[in-house]
Structure formats: C-alpha cells, structure tokens
C-alpha cells in the first residue's frame, strides 16, 4: 500500500517526491490553480492553489506531500482568497475579455467563472503595456500577462532557448524577451517551441488565427476548469498501489 | 570590460557583482556592454536585463552624472527630508525621478540608508552624506552645477559616526583579534556547536531561531561543500546597528564566522553586504586581509592542518528583500533577490544547493562573545528564553538617537528613558514589519517572549500623525515587494493606494474594511514574510490609533477612487492653467 494524507476528507495516495498538487490531481481531486502546469517544475508564484495544511496555509503546488498530512482546499475561506486572487491578477492587467482572442480558453477567466468572481473588486492599475507586433508570425500582447512565467519555463526547460525572462520588481515586474533592441523578431523564437502553447492567458498568439474557434465552442465553454484540469491531469502513476 | 570579467573568472554567479561595477564605472549599464557580458559569461542577453531591473541602484538607461537619493525612512521625514528635496530640486531645476536635460543630475528617493540616528541622510553615486540641512543642501547643489568630482567634497559630508550611546558586553569587549579562535580551536567544531546550543544564543536578525540548533542541522547535512553565510543586508528601516558593528567590532564578526565555519565544516563564507554601507567595503577588505596576513583566514588557520577557510564580500545594489536568508542566497548566486520555496532549508540547500549557515551580523559576535564566556555564564545573561545582550538602534523623537545595548528583558520605558524620550505616542519596534507599541504597552519587554526585535526602535511623540507613519511603510513594502507571487506584488499596491486615497481626504469605512481584507489574503497567502508583515503597520496603528484613520474618512460608506479634478492635473500643466476656473467642484 502507498502512503495517503488526507484531502478534504478523502484519502490520497501519492508517490515519494510528489507535491501536494500533484498527488490531488493524479487522484481526480481538483485544486485551483494557474501559475502550475503538468509539465513543468512548480514554482508556486500565484498562490490560487493555496490551501490549509495541519492549519497552515501554504501553496499546494511547492508542498511535498507527507503521509498523514490533513489538507483542507475547498472550504469557502480558501476560496474567498482564491477570488481575490482573481481579481488582483484582473486589476492588476488589462483584461478586456469580449474582444481577447484567447476568450474561452483563457484560464484566468475560466477561473474567474468557475470560483464565481462576479465584480472586479478592485480599482484596476492600468499599466502601460505596449504589445509587440515585431515578429511576422507572432504577437505578443503584454496587457494580458499574469506572470505565471509558464513561457519563460516552457523555453528554457524544453526549447533551450531562453526566449523570454523577467525584468523589474514588484509591481514593475514584467515579461521581456531575450534581445538587445527588447524585440521579438530578434530572437530564435519559434512557432514550434513549446513556449508557444503554454501561455494560459492571451499574451503569445499566432499572428493570422484570430477568433477561427467560434467563441461558446470553446474549451471552457464546453465544461468548467475545475473539470477540464482534472481531465488534463496525469492520472494515478503506475508505480502507485491501492490497498 | 574583457578584464572586469576574467577578474571574476568569467563565473556567471558573480553577474550582480559584476554589474554593480559596470554601474560604478559607467553610471548605468550600456546596452553594448550587458551584449558584450552576456556573451563573455554565456549568458541570455535578457539574465542581465532580468537581474539589473530587479536591484534599486542598478540601471540600464542612463542617469545623471550626479545620482542623488535622499532616504526615506519615516525617521529621514520627520528630520524633515521631503522639504530638502524639494529644495534640491528647485535648486538644480528638475523634477523627482527625471534626469536633468543636460543628464548632469538625477533627484529620487530611496529605502532607509540607515543612518536613522544622523538624518536625513542621502547617497550621492552610492556615497552616504548625512545630517542634511538646507545649508548643506544648497552647497551640495553647488558641487554637483560645478561638476565638482565627488573625491574633492568635503569630507566632513560623508562623516558617519557611530552614536554608542549604552555599551555592554559586545561593545564594551577587550577581545583582542583571533583570541577566541585560539582558545577554541583545539576541542573542535562539534564542541562549538555544543557551547552555541548550551548558550541558548538566538539569532539576532529578527525571527531568533536558536544558533547552535542551525548549526548543528548544517554540520550533519549532507553535502559536498559546507557554506558559512553572514546577512549584513540590514534594510530594515530604522536599524543600524549592523553598520557600526561593521565599523567597530569587524573582527569579532569574521572570528564568529570561522569559529561557525569549524563548527559546519565549511571552507568559504560570505558577508553580503547591502549596497548602502558601500562605504565600508574596503576598510572590511583590509581587516580580512589582516586577518589572513595574521593565519586567522586561509589554509591551515592557526596551524591546524585541514582547516581552510577564507571569506568574500558580496555587494548587495538596493533591494531590501535580500534580508530574506534564501533571497540572498538567490542574490549570493548573482541572481535576482527573490525568497526560495522553502522546505528545503539553507541549512541543508543554501547556497549553489549546498549546506549553509546564514546568521546576522550581530549573531556572528554574540557566537564569539558566547565562546569566550562559556555557555553558563553567557546564559546567565538575558532572560531564560532570551540569553545575553542586544543591541538596539534607537532612532526618531529623542534627546539622544543611537546604539544601546542592553541584556534581554529590558522594557521600552527603560529605553525611552535612556534616549531622552519626552511625550511618547508610539514606538515602532524592529521596524515597519515588527510591532507598534502605544503607551499602555511601554512596560512590555524585549525578548523573544514578549517583544521580538531585530533592533529597530522608532520613537514617535504626540506631534506625529500615526497615519503617516503607517503610509510611509507601506508605500516601503510596495517598493520592495520582490513581485513573484500575487497577494504580495498587487497587494501592497493597492494597499499603497488605499491609503493615498484615505489621505486625500476620499477615505471611506469601506476602505478601511478593504485594508482589513487585504491584510487577510496578504498574511495567509504571500510566500515570504514581507508580504505576511506587510500589513502589521497598518494592523497595528489602527488598532491604536484607529481615530488616526477615522478622521480623515468621508462619513460615506463608499467614494470612488477616481479623482476627476486630479485626473485634469496634466491638461493644466500642459494648457498652463491653474486659475479657479480650470478646477471642478468636488460634489458632497
């Protein structure tokens, strides 16, 4: 039999070296999340997935999983935190959603739907964000970055390439790319990479696509996040025993 | 170019370092030069701009050739800061923030310089100026319009003195250099370790995690190389008890280093030294280079085959977030300053993942004074959970601002006493993160029972708008927010806003409920404790001084945020009007 913690009430199992997250989804246990991907190493920046963990909160996605640990995710004061969340990322960009491209399969507005984020909450910042039209096939449009830095990961981890990176702090901090004139055109980026796909919100488009989905036949019209992820999740690894 | 970096061995882990000569030597950092960095140390071309952008004194566009930051710590206000900026300003014709046209002079604020005790204090290309009065304000505006190179200023500007006003046991040592490295030597490190953990010495930075306890845990951690860490990022504003530890007692900072480097095993320790003590690199340099002259550093120190160790001075460039023990060792390795997840610890994967003991500057002497004393008569010292002396940086409404040291246990009145303190409001302990006392508490003591502190003693009288005091924390919490996770990067700026808009007179209690909600998702959210503290000013001041607040609201239960007449500011600028007629009536 595998180790277990306990999740809201259910049992667990999870395999050494496995992150809270991680374990719950493998298990069909869905916990919100944004800046944490499958694929990647987790980085734990976002802090939707925050839950409670022997009372303490912590992200869910950074936090090794221990046998006997007792996780609380879904109880109404976690999820008023994760709402806030949402609307600190939506104050903190500009997110105009009836006329984004990634509409639909934007995960910041699937999460908004799903966690019932009905009001903006908070005065919106505006930042000046100029979008980066430079590059033939593609666009960057920076309004919308959530720096979940799931790109900057996707890039060096996969394409070994570096396009993208961090640049300022705090509330400065925002996406650059790897060139000396800032611009997207003079890097190696391509449309293969795999940073090209990870972009949860609209930020990395492919220039000439626009709207070819019709907007309700997308995939988070079709079924919420909260089902969606579970879907996409790696499902209990193979290694793993019930008893 | 080629030289400064094969000088640094071509070792993409010393980018910061790097970068912060560049910045000395250029004024900021040219984008032909991070091309030629990055391809020397094979590196993105967007590393350099992603860590030059994350540090406060780093810039990659030009700047003027004066850079002139005055401090902005409540206690530099209080001395009356704001209005000498102004004045310098005025005086060199430009605007907070801009470069001047002919790029002669830039004008800004900056995060507390620590020179609380001799404020305002500012820094000129990196160098600390203080007591600032307009007399010096206005010969200052005089050197720079006559391009007078900074070496030929009067010395007297750049005069820090180190204000011990009360001694104990750590100032007042007759310790001579390598003394007690001498007598320890021969038991061995495990013995250090059992005196340290006897002592019952806590770490000094502020969270007192017991000494002997971390370097025990990093002595049996496994690892191919063992690191010995000292934090002298001492950004904490209204701390500055570390810099004249620096000054006075170096010796006894490096020899508890080494005495920490026999206890964990390690062969080569840092002092992080925060970009605004610049000043005292090299007379540190000097006194390792005595040190090693003398056998206390380097190979076989003190003779003893096999025990090697020497120690290196890394420059930290303006970001406050360095304190944070895993943030420095992210800064350490040349990157940006930003807290690690944690579990694992430093003292298992510190620095390049290895073992790593990180303490303060003042815990490295305690270590020592601990040592030489012997566990029990150190203990004796103190309170039972709170063992031997600590120093505190006294500094706003006193007779006598400065460095106190006093055995653990000692009460605010005591000091406040001592300082020359008269009609006392408020005394803001160990900084914007730590706690504010009001009267009623004064007799509360210092220690990790009761008032925890990594030294900071702010005291504000009955003149001072405790409001203020809170706004001015925060806005240094946004500033110095690192800006990785959510609640911590969005949330101290709208915490900042919230404010600015309540002392705009547009504060509601719907506000206040906001700042309550915010301190929420900030202290169960945030990765590291400057978005969990971030709140505490604000906590704190309204729990005492919630009238404070109060009587700047609007009696509405809600006003909008938006400022339609301050939203016109720009086209009466730009119009040149600024009658009667060209501002709107705040509708009631």
Known sequence: MSDTFQLDGAAVPFEPGQTVMQAALAAGHYIPHLCYHPEFKPHGSCKLCTVKVNGRTTASCTMPAEAGLSVESDIEELNALRRTLVQMLFAEGNHFCPSCEKSGNCVLQALGYDLEVHATGFRHLYPDRPIDASHPDILLDFNRCVLCELCVRASSEVDGKNVFALAGRGITKHLIVNSESGLLKDTDIALTDKAMEVCPVGVILRKRVGFSQPIGERRYDKSPISTQALQDAPRIPSGAKHD | ?588
Request: aromatic fraction near 8%; proline fraction near 5%.
């Open chain 2, 1 to 588: 170019m080629d030289d400064l970096v094969s000088r640094h061995g071509g070792d993409a882990t010393l980018l910061l370092q790097i970068l912060i000569e560049v910045q000395e030597h250029f004024g900021h950092i040219p984008p032909a030069v991070a091309t030629r960095l990055a391809t020397s140390l094979d590196i993105p071309y967007a590393r350099i701009e992603n860590v030059a952008s994350f540090y406060s004194f780093l810039h990659l566009k030009p700047q003027g050739e004066y850079r002139v930051l005055f401090s902005d710590n409540i206690t530099d206000r209080m001395l009356g800061s704001e209005a000498l900026m102004e004045q310098m300003c005025q005086l060199l014709w430009l605007q907070p923030g801009k470069v001047s046209e002919d790029g002669l002079v830039s004008i800004g604020p900056t995060s507390c310089t620590g020179m609380c005790d001799q404020g305002p204090a500012m820094l000129v290309n990196g160098r600390t100026i203080t007591r600032l009065t307009h007399q010096r304000v206005q010969e200052i505006a005089q050197l720079i319009r006559n391009r007078t190179p900074l070496s030929d200023w009067p010395a007297d500007f750049f005069k820090v003195d180190d204000d011990v006003r009360r001694g104990g046991l750590l100032l007042d040592n007759k310790l001579a250099y390598g003394e007690v490295l001498h007598a320890a030597l021969p038991a061995g490190g495990l013995n250090i370790v059992d005196v340290i953990k006897a002592s019952g010495l806590r770490g000094r930075g502020g969270a007192g995690f017991p000494t002997g306890q971390k370097w025990e845990a990093c002595r049996n951690a496994e690892g191919n190389r063992h690191f010995v860490v000292c934090n002298a990022d001492e950004g904490e504003p209204g701390t500055f008890k570390d810099r004249v530890l620096l000054t006075r007692q170096a010796d006894l900072v490096f020899e508890g280093m080494t005495l920490c480097a026999l206890a964990v095993g390690a062969r080569k320790g840092f002092l992080y030294l925060r970009g605004e003590y610049r000043y005292l690199l090299e007379p540190l340099r000097a006194v390792l280079q005595r040190r090693r002259d003398s056998n206390l550093l380097g190979e076989s120190i003190l003779g003893k085959p096999g025990f090697d160790f020497d120690i290196d001075i890394h420059l930290g460039a303006g970001a406050y977030i360095c304190g944070e023990e895993s943030a420095l060792i992210e800064s350490l390795e040349g990157k940006r300053g930003v807290p690690r997840n944690r579990p694992p610890f430093p003292v298992t994967h510190g620095y390049m993942m290895q073992p790593t003991a990180v303490d303060n500057v003042e815990t490295f002497c305690q270590a020592a004074l601990a040592m030489h004393m012997g566990a029990d008569k150190y203990r004796a010292i103190g309170t039972e959970k709170s063992s031997g002396s600590k120093l505190i940086s006294v500094s706003g409404d006193c007779a006598y601002p400065g460095i106190y040291e006093y055995p653990f246990g000692v009460t605010v009145r005591e000091i406040l006493q001592d300082c020359g303190a008269v009609n006392t409001r408020a005394v803001q302990i160990s900084g914007p993160s730590g706690i504010c006392v009001g009267e009623n508490e004064f007799n509360r003591k210092l220690g990790f029972e009761d008032l925890p502190t990594a030294g900071a003693f702010m005291v504000f009288d009955d003149s001072r708008d405790m409001f203020e005091v809170a706004r001015n924390f925060v806005h240094f919490f946004a500033h110095e927010s690192c800006g990785f996770c959510t609640p911590c990067r969005v949330g101290t700026s709208i915490l900042k806003q919230t404010l600015d808009k309540i002392a705009d007179g547009h504060g509601t209690q719907y506000d206040l409920a906001e700042v309550e909600n915010l301190d929420r998702v900030l202290q169960t959210s945030s990765h590291c404790g400057l978005g969990r503290t971030a709140c505490n000013p604000v906590l704190h001041t309204l729990k005492h001084f919630r009238p404070a607040y109060e009587n700047k609201l609007k009696s509405l239960m809600f006003s909008p945020a938006f400022d339609l007449d301050g939203s016109l500011a720009r086209a009466r600028q730009m119009t040149g009007r600024d009658d009667a007629g060209a501002h709107l009536k705040e509708t009631e």
